[in-house]
């Protein structure tokens, strides 16, 4: 019986050391979702069988297999198995370039090799980021709510912003955040989403009206951020103040 399958039927306790049936199924629709706009058809349905027999099977993305196995899963064009581990070999070249896999060592017939997760394939991971900043920022031109002085419409906002602050990516609570107004009431900022962020604390406090781009490059300098969190937190708040001023 496979891992995913015990932890499914209960006939098991998920394991620490492996992964979790909630993040199998994310990463399963990631592979098709995401994957499958990265490498070639042939290449993925490689990838989708060493998917299989590693995380599904074992929970791990650790395997130890012959080629030749890989290829027992997979039928040609014209309905044969693929049963040579040259056939096999031939589609591998475009899962290392994408560092889909990784062959760690050879075992005689067998190959030791790692099976990344789609959300570790660097291409892979752009693509769910990008869709994931797009999905935030939904088209608000009819929404005048107050998201500010609603309870709910406060939730939504924190939801949307990944129960994190926009300026320094620490996580926050339903207890703890803060809502904070990009362009500042007294300079005709208003309480519609996209003119809303959450924050912490400290940072509403530290930021007070100053320019929400110039406070956010302070913390980077501080070492709040790193480079990467810095410039998509920066393309973020930009996006938000377009769609204020718009």
């Given at each position: 019986m496979s891992y995913i399958i015990d932890i499914m039927k209960?006939?098991?306790?998920?394991?620490?050391?492996?992964?979790?049936?909630?993040?199998?199924?994310?990463?399963?629709?990631?592979v098709t979702r995401y994957l499958s706009r990265v490498v070639k058809d042939k290449a993925l349905v490689v990838y989708q069988v060493l998917f299989h027999l590693s995380w599904f099977e074992t929970g791990k993305g650790e395997i130890v297999v012959p080629w030749a196995r890989?290829?027992?899963?997979?039928?040609?064009?014209?309905?044969?198995?693929?049963d040579d581990s040259t056939t096999v070999k031939r589609r591998l070249s475009n899962l290392f370039?994408?560092?889909?896999?990784?062959?760690?060592?050879?075992?005689?017939?067998?190959?030791?090799?790692?099976?990344?997760?789609?959300?570790?394939?660097?291409?892979?991971?752009?693509l769910i980021d990008r869709?994931?900043?797009?999905?935030?920022?939904?088209?608000?031109?009819?929404?005048?709510?107050?998201?500010?002085?609603?309870?709910?419409?406060?939730?939504?906002?924190?939801?949307?912003?990944?129960?994190?602050?926009?300026?320094?990516t620490a996580p926050l609570s339903e207890e703890n955040f803060v809502l904070d107004h990009l362009l500042p009431v007294a300079r005709g900022g208003?309480?519609?989403k996209h003119n809303l962020v959450a924050a912490c604390?400290?940072?509403?406090?530290?930021?007070?009206?100053?320019?929400?781009?110039?406070?956010?490059?302070?913390?980077?300098?501080?070492?709040?951020?790193?480079?990467?969190e810095f410039l998509q937190q920066k393309q973020y708040i930009e996006v938000l103040l377009g769609e204020s001023v718009g």
């Open positions: 209960g006939t098991i306790e998920p394991s620490a050391d492996r992964i979790s049936l909630e993040r199998y199924v994310q990463e399963s629709s990631f890989v290829g027992s899963f997979i039928r040609s064009d014209q309905g044969n198995i693929i370039e994408y560092k889909c896999i990784a062959v760690n060592q050879q075992r005689g017939s067998a190959n030791e090799i790692s099976v990344h997760l789609p959300s570790d394939i660097p291409a892979c991971r752009d869709e994931e900043r797009e999905a935030r920022i939904e088209p608000q031109e009819k929404d005048a709510r107050d998201y500010y002085s609603d309870p709910e419409r406060r939730l939504m906002v924190l939801a949307r912003d990944h129960h994190a602050c926009v300026y320094c208003t309480n519609r604390e400290v940072c509403n406090r530290r930021r007070s009206d100053s320019d929400p781009i110039h406070f956010l490059r302070e913390n980077y300098r501080q070492q709040l951020l790193s480079q990467d």
